[in-house]
């Protein structure tokens, strides 16, 4: 308890305040990496997670690409290539894997540290702001669902289930559905109020995991109903995938990454804000 | 001064929860807010520790206004919130590594001072535990020595020792006393009047959002109360009864009436004892004692602290 000088950080936190001040968002103090470093810190006991995370895609891969695909020979692509169903179904499974690690971790997780943890409550007492929690957590959803994201798409490459370079992009794409989901989800978290609510969460998930141009191409929905295929945000997710993994590159790509990016964003700045009215009262 | 507010106010959509109060906290002292549950204190403190916007008022920490420089004002805080709000998925010592993280210390400094403050909160030998199966004690401790890691100038305390059995309560003390040594100043809120007088070299009373006096312990009791206090227990269910005898007894001057005792407060215990049993009152039991903060509160607002 020896008087020790450790220096002021307050000079850099103000400067960024002044900085976050002229922009309409949630207060923040550009620390979200120490937000990161501290989930890296608490996930080294329990690491477990990580395997099970990693698991079950892998499992669906195998199940539907050798099982489904031992009776479906080959699926004709949106795209309007011809493809063997395990390489027209691995792409939709990243995507739906990065949706769930990215979804899992931003409600689940942030719920029990909102509601019950208070753990944001003990970070908003020190220079930490709104934002660099929401950017924070959304930034370790992100982190966590790449590295996923990667053994999976090792593990298609490894079975003969990726069939073009682009698929080398398929990476950044899947960190970016993950940002998408991870920002919604966040969002949508700062809304609840019991675990039971978390049914609507699960009520939103399924039918997307299902219907998004997953399983079979949008060919085959009715004509009525493709147009609510195409607004969910992971038929973009999958479309974005396949596009790359298959090959089939144009500028539909850009628009996929265009919903996707504009989701992040809304939800990452919602998130900030519903945390700054909740806890800064 | 560190802390001055002028016509502090915070409302909840109708409800006042601070009404209109002027405070000023001098370097290097430990300040009460004294006050029952619901007095205002803990929303006082929020504002203070810049993570609850004043609805009203001016609020100045170092110099600095919440509203301008909260960051930079929190930087230079210790804040010890009512619930210890710990991180149960980390063990101890990286409660106090993370913590200093947020602080925007290196990793060295955090290190260094952590080993101090592990030390500091009788904590050491636990440093490798995860928090959840610590005592309640030990996890106040924590709490503190955790908003103590950038080295604060000013410690915000809400109910430090509530929900603490005695003796981690007097471990408690012991090492708030160490940092007012120091030359750290303590905000405290209590609604224990024995910690405030312990703890307190000048205090203010709240009640419903306003602050009701202000002073030291030892003058609050001078001023708002007399030196003794005989307190009476009878075997009946109504101590109103009891007024009337009671009443102009030697040496007292004025009488309290509680639902289970009756208070007399009196210049001299002793004498009004004497009294008392001179005049055939006879109560089941007869405590004199010292006046006490609690006798200054129930003397300004009527009501007792803990009910």
């Keep these: 308890m020896s008087g020790l000088d450790l220096g002021a950080p307050a000079s850099r936190a103000t400067g960024v305040s002044r900085f976050s001040r002229a922009l309409p968002l949630p207060a923040g103090a550009g620390m979200a990496r120490w937000v990161i470093a501290r989930n890296a810190m608490a996930f080294r006991h329990g690491w477990v997670a990580l395997v099970t995370g990693f698991a079950e895609p892998v499992f669906y891969l195998f199940s539907l690409g050798i099982g489904i695909g031992a009776l479906v020979h080959s699926v004709r692509t949106d795209g309007g290539s011809e493809v063997p169903y395990a390489v027209f179904v691995a792409p939709a499974l990243l995507a739906s894997s990065a949706m769930n690690g990215a979804v899992m971790d931003s409600t689940f997780n942030v719920f029990f540290k909102l509601r019950y943890a208070k753990l944001y409550d003990s970070m908003l007492a020190t220079p930490l702001g709104p934002r660099d929690i929401a950017v924070g957590e959304i930034g370790w959803a992100l982190l966590r669902g790449a590295l996923y994201s990667a053994a999976f798409l090792a593990v298609a490459a490894l079975a003969g289930m990726v069939t073009s370079w682009w698929a080398l992009l398929a990476l950044p794409a899947a960190v970016l559905i993950g940002l998408a989901f991870a920002a919604i989800g966040m969002w949508a978290t700062t809304f609840m109020t019991s675990w039971q609510h978390f049914d609507y969460i699960t009520l939103a998930i399924q039918p997307m995991f299902l219907f998004s141009a997953t399983f079979f191409p949008l060919s085959t929905y009715p004509e009525g109903i493709r147009w609510l295929v195409q607004a969910t945000p992971l038929y973009h997710g999958v479309a974005l995938e396949r596009g790359l993994m298959l090959g089939e590159v144009g500028w539909a790509l850009a628009g996929h990454t265009a919903y996707l990016v504009v989701l992040g964003v809304i939800g990452a700045l919602g998130a900030a804000r519903r945390i700054e009215r909740l806890l800064l009262t | ?307």
Excluded at chain 2, 104 to 133: H, M, N, S, W
Excluded at chain 2, 191 to 206: G, K, N, T
């Design chain 2, 1 to 307: 001064m560190l802390v001055s507010a002028r016509g502090l106010t915070k409302t909840f959509g109708d409800f006042v929860a601070v009404d209109g109060i002027d405070v000023e906290v001098r370097r290097g002292e430990a300040f009460g807010f004294l006050g029952p549950n619901g007095a205002g204190k803990s929303s006082t403190m929020r504002m203070i520790g810049c993570v609850s916007p004043a609805t009203g008022g001016e609020l100045r920490i170092f110099g600095q206004d919440p509203a301008v420089d909260g960051p930079a004002i929190r930087a230079r805080l210790g804040s010890c919130p009512q619930a210890d709000m710990l991180d149960e998925e980390l063990t101890v010592q990286e409660n106090l590594w993370i913590y200093g993280r947020y602080f925007g210390l290196t990793k060295a400094q955090t290190r260094k001072r952590a080993t101090e403050l592990l030390d500091f909160a009788q904590l050491t030998d636990r440093r490798g535990d995860k928090v959840e199966p610590l005592s309640g004690g030990m996890k106040r401790r924590l709490t503190i020595a955790r908003s103590l890691i950038n080295n604060p100038e000013l410690l915000l305390l809400d109910e430090p020792t509530t929900g603490l059995d005695p003796q981690a309560r007097h471990i408690l003390w012991d090492r708030l006393f160490r940092l007012k040594r120091q030359g750290v100043t303590l905000i405290i809120t209590t609604h224990y009047m024995d910690e405030a007088e312990q703890l307190c070299d000048r205090l203010v009373v709240m009640d419903h959002g306003r602050i009701v006096a202000e002073g030291s312990p030892r003058d609050l009791i001078t001023r708002y109360s007399t030196r003794e206090v005989v307190e009476l227990r009878f075997d009946s269910d109504d101590h109103a009864d009891h007024i009337d005898a009671v009443t102009g007894v030697a040496a007292a001057s004025r009488v309290e009436l509680l639902p289970d005792r009756l208070l007399v407060y009196t210049d001299d215990g002793d004498a009004t004892s004497a009294d008392l049993h001179a005049r055939g009152v006879i109560p089941l039991s007869t405590l004199v004692r010292r006046s006490t903060l609690e006798d200054v509160f129930l003397h300004l607002t009527g009501r007792t602290l803990v009910d």
